[in-house]
């Protein structure tokens, strides 16, 4: 099992900045990539952002060039989150992924106000 917990949210004025933290425990050698998504209300949860084993990085389109997703062993994960939009606003989660596996957090809320 893999244990997560989120921190760093919070609300944020267009055009601010936040940083996620995601704290990993368990067995967290067994963990081979780690994401962020997000759900905002009424909408499906969706990928903002994925880091590989190697330091392989994806984003979602409506936030390249303004998040990135970063990790400085296998416990830390960050989401850098720059000219946040209204848009933006929601319910952030990590997600860990082992083989045969996915762990979630409980969520963070970030709210942007335009």
């Known amino acids: 099992q893999v244990q997560l917990v989120e921190s760093g949210g919070g609300l944020v004025q267009a055009g601010g900045s936040l940083r996620l933290s995601c704290a990993a425990s368990?067995?967290?050698?067994?963990?081979?990539?780690m994401a962020w998504f997000r759900q905002a209300p009424g909408k499906q949860r969706e990928l903002v952002a994925r880091?590989?084993?190697?330091?392989?990085t994806t984003y979602a389109d409506s936030v390249k060039g303004r998040f990135t997703i970063s990790r400085d062993n296998a416990e830390n994960t960050y989401l850098q989150m720059n000219s946040l939009k209204a848009e933006d606003t929601a319910v952030y989660y990590c997600?860990?992924?082992?083989?045969?596996?996915?762990?979630w957090g409980q969520g963070t809320q970030v709210t942007v106000s335009s």
């Open positions: 997600n860990a992924i082992s083989v045969g596996s996915r762990y």
């Open positions: 880091i590989s084993g190697n330091d392989t």
């Open positions: 368990g067995r967290t050698f067994s963990i081979v990539a």
